[in-house]
């Protein structure tokens, strides 16, 4: 039945198309703004406004704790959060391989709607493409992202210094391990799910507590936990020190990066954040995050100090340092 | 030799990610904004802002007077003009199949800057990603951009009112022309060129001439003209009535298209506007137009009359009038 799937049609800027975005798409995620339907949005805003783009082309669609529209929602809505803004609206683009099964487009766009909802923030403008078979791999989403930045407040990677301490935000590396476990087929004692969440609600709780005490915040996505701490330890010239034993991380998911052969330190995450605190406000940190339920197990696991600019280093549960470099090669690809 | 393509690894968030974004990609697109390197950027703005999205499949990837480069930058200015906004800042998102040259990425990013020049508009943020061999056809390019809607100014769709004037700022048809030649390996006497531009400065010429008697404008890519009409007529509940003979058209275009059996009402452009203006604001319109290299062959090709609401009717050249319907089915996939 060709009209259960996405036709080339459906991407033609014809009828088809106009079908597909007034039928399917818009009432999924419909609002006053983008129900206009204009070439642009036109929202109201003012001050110091952030403004993010990513891509997702994560496989599968559909994972263990999320899918790809989640994922989409919660991502560019954390890379605003990252910069200590607000989120207030977003985009979202679709390309979609001819063939798709409008079902699975409804599912996403429900989720999309669903992360929404819970992170109070609208889509208010969209792109539909449709590509031939064979030319994508199901369905790719951008989301772009504009937020706005309260006053005082100056969030980024570049403003670690020595003494100010290094807190994350939760137990690491469970949505890699959720991405790779699902697609190896493997199961493990109990299901270990994609962490995917947003993070606007956890940081704004975080703001409130230690304010101007935040120096950089950063989600440990690609890459992981090791290769974000390396970039800001690089983008601020400072060293960081950390200590193995207090990074949380859950035992199903230290064993299975055992089984699968992935060290968690470099395994992507999509609802913790590493903020860098300045000592004064650390304590009152760590309070906000753990008093939030994305951030029950947040904790200190180490210190900025003066050093050789981007280093990196851990003490390790069995006592020596050693170097934790970023991510080199490639782990695993269309984790996001 | 594996240095000189895009690897998987470039994708993976680690070093290789860092190098390819730092080495290649940055220096091409380098500004204060963009180098900071955050989650999201950071920019001043207020007051009504514009916002869109756009994502970029074309192929081929560089075809007669463009390329997907200059495409992704011109098509989402573009949005932003379409609702009268000054365009503030663009991202720019990249999905890349793994096995790309390196130096087809060079050129696209080289065609990025320099339209971006052109257009006075800075990518202040981005993303890259690399899905695997097959996934993907080469290089997809999402664009979304802010813009700034000076006071006093309400363009929409919803506009359009009887009375009006239906302009159009030049010769129709020639994007989708250049691309169907491209793909299907035919020449004609001439080169026929994509239209592809940045309509920002003839927007911004049109504005100051005839400020708040323009009531809409579209960029009529995708489904062409006569979607675009339809789409209007649609949106504002009114009629509008054309006339063939006033609609701009290159001979050559004309003679392509009899060949390839398109309409040229149906084929996509992409460095052309359709405004909508009160009969008061039409001559100084025609005239702003055609004072700007890109409007040189602007002229009023009909009227918005009252009517049964979206219906879009042609007096041909031979005499009767016609119905003119929006595209339906599918006409030319991946034009843009």
Redesign the interface.
């Known amino acids: 039945m060709q009209d259960d799937v996405v ?3 459906h ?8 079908d597909l975005i007034e039928k399917r798409l818009l009432p999924a995620i419909a609002n006053p703004i983008l129900s ?22 994560v ?1 599968p669609l559909f994972f263990p704790g999320g899918d790809i529209g989640r994922l989409a929602v919660c991502g560019t809505i ?3 959060a ?2 200590g ?1 607000t989120p207030l ?1 977003l ?5 979609v391989e001819e063939g798709l099964p409008l079902s699975i487009l409804d599912c996403v766009m429900r989720s999309v709607q669903d992360t929404c909802g819970q992170a109070h923030v609208d889509i ?4 539909t ?4 078979r ?4 199901k369905l ?1 989403i ?1 989301t ?4 706005v ?1 309260a006053e005082g407040l100056d ?4 403003r670690a210094c020595p003494g100010d301490r290094i807190l994350v935000s939760g137990a690491i590396a469970e949505h890699g391990v959720a991405i790779m476990s699902s697609r190896e087929g493997l199961s493990f004692s109990s299901e270990i799910l994609s962490d995917c969440a947003p993070l606007n609600g956890i940081v704004g709780a975080l703001l409130e507590a230690a304010g101007e005490s935040i120096h950089s ?3 440990p ?4 936990l090791a ?1 974000t701490l390396n ?1 800001l330890a690089s ?1 601020s010239r400072t060293s960081f020190v950390i200590e193995e034993a207090l990074i949380p991380l859950s035992d199903d998911v230290r064993a299975a990066c055992e089984m699968l052969g992935l060290d968690p330190l ?1 395994v ?1 995450n999509e609802g913790k954040l590493v903020a860098i605190v300045g000592p004064e406000g650390a304590d009152a940190a760590v309070r906000a995050l753990r008093s939030h339920p994305l951030g029950l197990h947040a904790a200190v696991i180490g210190e900025v100090v003066e050093g050789k600019p981007g280093r990196v280093m851990m003490r390790t549960r069995i006592g020596p340092t050693r170097l934790v ?10 984790i996001c």
Chains 1, 2 share one sequence.
């Open positions: 036709l080339l049609a991407g033609s800027g014809g009828t088809m198309s106009r206009r339907l204009d070439d642009s949005a036109v929202i109201e805003a003012s001050g110091r406004l952030a403004f993010t783009t990513d891509s997702y082309t496989d954390n890379d605003l990252m910069v803004a609206c985009s979202l683009a679709l390309i208010v403008t969209g792109d493409k449709v590509v031939p064979g030319k994508a791999d790719f951008n772009s992202g504009i937020g930045i969030i980024s990677g570049s915040l950063r989600d996505t690609r890459g992981g290769t970039e983008q470099y992507a470099g970023m991510l080199t090669g490639e782990l695993l690809p269309r």
